[in-house]
C-alpha cells in the first residue's frame, strides 16, 4: 500500500497548481464547518450553564396544587416529605436543592421591570455559586469603582435581593438601594415589600435577565406560605447524558409510593397554568420537568443555527464534489498515456482504480486535517478574545453577551473524517473510469 500512496503523493506534486487550489477550497470549507460546529456547541453550553444555574436542576419535581378545580398554585406540599422520596429513587445524584417560585414587579425611583422571583438557599446551592459571579461596580454604574460591591452571603438575611447588571442598569440602582416588590398572592391579593439590594451579578446568558434571586424565607414570607411548601426540588446529576432516564425512574417511584404524577409536558412550568387550570380535579399533582424541558422555548435558536449551519455545509459539498470530479477527470484526461502503459506493463484494473483512489484520499485527509486544525485553533483564540456582541439581536441568538466557541477533539475528527470519506466518493467515478481504459486505446490517445 505504501508505494500507491508514494505515487499519489508524487502526481500531487506534479500538479502543484491544480493539488493547492483544491486542497485549499477542502481545507477552508473543513475549517467553516469546524467554527460552525464549534459556534453551536458553544450556544449549547451557554445554554445548560445559564439554565442550570438559574432556572432549572438537571431534573426538576414540581408540581400545581388546587383547592377547588377552576384554581391552582404551583407549589410543592409535604416538600419534606416529596424529596425524602426523590432521594429514594434517584440515582446518579450529585446535590439536590429546593426552591421557590414567583412572579413580580419590581420597582425603583427611575423604573420599573416585570421579572421573575427565585428563592433560594444561597449556602446550599453549589452550581449557583459555581455560575453567578459578583460584578465590578463600574459596569453598572456611570461613576462606580473597579471593584466588587455587596456580597451573597447576605441573601440570607431578609428582604435582600440580587440583581444582574443589565437589571441594575435599567432600574438606576447599586448595592445599597431600596426597592419595591410587588406580587400577587395565590389567593389573588396583592402584597408589596422593601428590598434592599444586596449584590449586583455579572450577567449570565439571556436567562439572567428574567431572574431576581432572594432568600427562600423571604419569598415564602412574601406569599405567605408555609414551612411545609416550596415552588420546585431541582435535582442535579453527576452524568447530564443521565437527565431523561433520571426522570422517568424518579416519577416511577413517585407514583409507586402513591404520589399522583402528571403526564410529562415538555414545556416550562408558566407555559401550563390554563391545562391545569382546565381539568376538573383537587390537591396535588406533580410535575417532572428536565432542563431542556424549562428551556423549551429558546431552543428554537439552536435548531436555527443547527439549520443553517447544515444548508451551508451542503451547498459546500455539493460544490467541493463537483470540484474533486472534475479535478480527477482531467489528471484522468492528461495521464491516459501513463495508465494505458501502466494497464500494457501488466498493472490491473483494481490497482489502476487503488492509485487514484489513494491520490484523492491522500489530498483529502492532507487538507481537511489542516483547515480542521486551523479551525479549531481560530476557534479557541476568538473564544479566548471574550469579544463582546454589541447587537442585542445577536446576543439574543447567542444566548450570551459574549462570543462563546466550544472546541473538541472529536469535532477536529470527526470532521476530518467526514470530508475525507466525501472526497473519496467523488473520485469514486473518474477513478473507475480510468481503471476501465483500454491499454491499446490509452496509449494511442492523443489530446
Excluded: C
Excluded at 440580587?162 to 435599567?170: G, H, I, P
Excluded at 400577587?184 to 402584597?191: K, P, Y
Excluded at 489513494?358 to 492532507?366: R, Y
Amino acid at each position: 500500500m505504501g508505494i500507491y500512496v508514494l505515487i499519489a503523493y508524487r502526481n500531487l506534486v506534479q500538479a502543484k497548481r491544480r493539488t493547492l487550489l483544491l486542497g485549499l477550497a477542502l481545507a477552508s470549507v473543513t475549517m467553516l464547518l469546524v467554527m460552525l460546529l464549534s459556534w453551536s456547541s458553544g450556544v449549547s453550553e451557554t445554554m445548560v450553564r445559564s439554565a442550570t444555574a438559574l432556572s432549572s436542576g438537571h431534573v426538576n419535581v414540581g408540581g400545581f396544587y388546587k383547592s377547588t378545580p377552576s384554581d391552582t398554585a404551583p407549589l410543592v406540599v409535604d416538600v419534606a416529605e416529596v424529596r425524602k422520596a426523590v432521594e429514594k429513587h434517584a440515582n446518579n445524584v450529585d446535590y439536590i436543592v429546593t426552591r421557590q417560585r414567583g412572579w413580580a414587579r419590581l420597582v425603583s425611583d427611575s423604573g420599573s421591570i416585570q421579572t421573575g422571583i427565585g428563592g433560594i438557599d444561597i449556602s446550599a446551592d453549589r452550581r449557583f455559586l459555581e455560575v453567578v459571579q459578583l460584578s465590578p461596580e463600574s459596569e453598572y454604574l456611570d461613576d462606580g469603582r473597579r471593584q466588587i460591591v455587596g456580597d451573597l452571603d447576605d441573601l440570607e438575611k431578609e428582604n435582600r435581593v440580587l440583581l444582574f447588571v443589565k437589571q441594575a442598569k435599567r432600574l438606576g440602582v447599586q448595592v445599597g438601594d431600596q426597592l419595591t416588590v410587588t406580587i400577587e398572592t395565590l389567593t389573588g391579593r396583592t402584597n408589596s415589600v422593601d428590598v434592599t439590594v444586596a449584590a449586583v451579578a455579572q450577567d449570565v446568558g439571556l436567562l439572567s435577565g428574567w431572574n431576581i434571586y432572594m432568600s427562600e424565607k423571604s419569598v415564602r414570607k412574601l406569599y405567605n406560605l408555609s414551612d411545609t411548601a416550596a415552588g420546585v426540588i431541582m435535582v442535579y446529576l453527576k452524568d447530564i447524558s443521565e437527565t431523561s432516564q433520571t426522570m422517568k425512574t424518579i416519577g416511577l417511584g413517585l407514583e409507586k409510593d402513591g404520589y399522583k404524577v402528571m403526564e410529562h409536558d415538555p414545556n416550562p412550568f408558566w407555559a401550563k397554568f390554563d391545562t391545569v387550570i382546565a381539568q376538573d380535579w383537587v390537591g396535588q399533582k406533580l410535575d417532572l420537568t428536565t432542563w431542556r424541558d424549562e428551556v423549551n422555548f429558546l431552543t428554537w435558536i439552536l435548531r436555527a443555527i443547527d439549520s443553517v449551519s447544515f444548508l451551508l455545509i451542503s451547498i459546500l459539498v455539493v460544490i467541493i464534489s463537483i470540484g474533486i470530479m472534475n479535478a480527477m477527470w482531467i489528471s484522468v484526461r492528461e495521464r491516459t498515456n501513463e495508465i494505458g502503459t501502466i494497464r500494457a506493463l501488466g498493472m490491473t484494473k483494481s490497482r489502476v482504480l487503488t492509485l487514484f483512489m489513494s491520490e484523492a484520499l491522500l489530498l483529502g485527509f492532507a487538507s481537511t486535517f489542516f483547515g480542521a486544525t486551523l479551525g479549531a485553533i481560530l476557534a479557541l483564540g476568538i473564544d479566548a478574545l471574550q469579544l463582546v456582541v454589541p447587537s442585542r439581536a445577536v446576543q439574543i441568538m447567542l444566548m450570551s453577551d459574549t462570543l462563546h466557541l466550544s472546541v473538541s477533539i472529536s469535532t477536529v475528527i470527526g470532521s476530518t473524517i467526514a470530508f475525507t470519506i466525501i472526497v473519496g466518493l467523488a473520485a469514486v467515478w473518474p477513478a473507475y473510469r480510468a481503471s476501465q481504459l483500454q491499454p491499446v486505446t490509452a496509449i494511442n490517445h492523443v489530446g
